[in-house]
């Protein structure tokens, strides 16, 4: 499975996903990767149940899938990695070596994040791990939509109220 994107956004499998995303990449696989939901059979079999025909999902720890970043070579084509938040994918680029970009897709707004874009909020614990992100060679860019322009870290962070 190639990944083509390692995507944070807290809902997670949606309709920009699997059809906005899912669509143009032609993906066949994502990968939620959760330490929580791992231990919540529950919760991932709802997602499961919101992947697409024609679509997998798995759901994995971020040890778990350090272990075998290729987690999946069962499955043919191209594949997405998720998190919920960025602490997760922060943890997830620290344990695989090779991750070159990282796309923020929804953050939305809670207690201590302010907004940056309509679909992006963050809070400065969100701004300091996503500037580790950055300094370690990551790049960091917000994107909804395939056919949006790719914002930069440096202007979320400029737009940013925090």
Known sequence: MAIEQFRIDDRLVHGQVVIGWGQPLGLTHLVIVDDAMVENAWEADLYRMATPPGMTLDVESVASFAA??????????????????????????????????????????QP??????????????????????????????????????????????AAGGV
């Open 68 to 109: 075998h970043p290729q987690p999946l070579d069962r499955h043919l084509g191209a594949g997405m990695v998720l998190t919920t938040n960025v602490d997760t994918m922060r943890r997830l680029v620290e344990a695989v070596p090779g991750i070159r970009t990282v796309t923020i897709g929804g953050l939305h707004h």
């Open 112 to 157: 201590g994040r302010a907004p940056s874009l309509p679909y992006v909020f963050l809070s400065t614990e969100d701004i300091a791990n996503l500037g580790a992100l950055a300094a370690s060679g990551v790049a960091v860019i917000a994107q909804d939509l395939p056919g949006s322009t790719p914002v930069p870290l440096g202007d979320l962070v």
